[in-house]
């Protein structure tokens, strides 16, 4: 069964541009949850979505967004970038989240850099 | 607000050498407690899931137990490809909020 699969995997952007990032669960997986992870600050949780709806968010400002599609898919949008976006964003995926068992699973991130 | 702290920050091991890396958290009633391991520039990797106190599990060299108010991941007569970060984190119940808090990790590495 293939894993999670994200794209792209490395980003360089100049400050002031916006970045759309890119995620695929694990099939059959319809949580796909978003953490941004930096040397500073480790991982920490940006959203969460299920059936196409934000179940929940993490304390980040509003030029984070995020969407999932019908195939579970998503993307994450950050606009305005500013030199502390960059990081490692990674993606996660589970069955449903909220079970008992339900694991996330993760991504290999992308790199995000930002001039 | 959930909180997780690892410790050691660093370890650094001798192949063979055994030890057990710390992981306590304050959370309002615990779904679950994760081990991953992340290697440089990958995601993290699963290992483990722990729900109850007094619960155990075990892969190859690893082995997570768990208590009401923290959690150990002990390595076993480490190798060097043992050599990874740690990272630990918990999953409230009591809340719709399915997100995991994370530690900071433990950097582990092991010498030939």
């Known amino acids: 069964k293939a894993g999670v699969t994200q794209t792209p995997r490395y980003l360089i952007k100049t400050r002031g541009q916006q970045v759309t990032l890119s995620c695929s669960p694990i099939?059959?997986?319809?949580?796909v949850s978003w953490y941004q992870q930096t040397p500073g600050q480790g991982l920490q949780f940006l959203f969460e979505y299920f059936s196409e709806t934000q179940r929940n968010k993490g304390n980040f400002p509003g030029r984070f967004s995020g969407r999932q599609f019908s195939n579970s898919r998503s993307e994450m949008n950050v606009s305005t970038l500013e030199l502390g976006d960059s990081a490692l964003y990674l993606c996660?995926?589970?069955?449903?989240?909220?079970?008992?068992?339900?694991?996330?699973?993760f991504g290999p991130g992308t790199r995000l850099t930002v001039l | 607000e959930d909180q997780v702290t690892q410790s050691p920050e660093a370890l650094r091991l001798q192949e063979g050498e055994s030890s057990s890396l710390n992981c306590s958290y304050t959370?309002?009633?615990?779904?679950?407690l994760f081990w991953y391991r992340q290697d440089p520039g990958k995601g993290p990797e699963f290992l483990f899931t722990l729900y109850s106190a007094g619960e155990e599990k075990e892969k190859e060299r690893l082995k997570a137990t768990l208590t009401k108010k923290e959690s150990f991941l002990h390595i076993t007569a480490p190798k060097p490809e043992d050599s990874a970060t740690y990272l630990c984190?918990?999953?409230?119940?009591?809340?719709?909020?399915?997100?995991?808090?994370f530690g900071a990790g433990t950097t582990v590495t092991v010498r030939a």
């Open positions: 996660a995926s589970s069955l449903v989240a909220g079970l008992a068992g339900d694991t996330q699973y």
């Open positions: 959370v309002s009633g615990l779904r679950g």
């Open positions: 984190a918990v999953q409230a119940r009591f809340s719709n909020d399915y997100k995991l808090s």
């Open positions: 099939s059959g997986h319809r949580s």
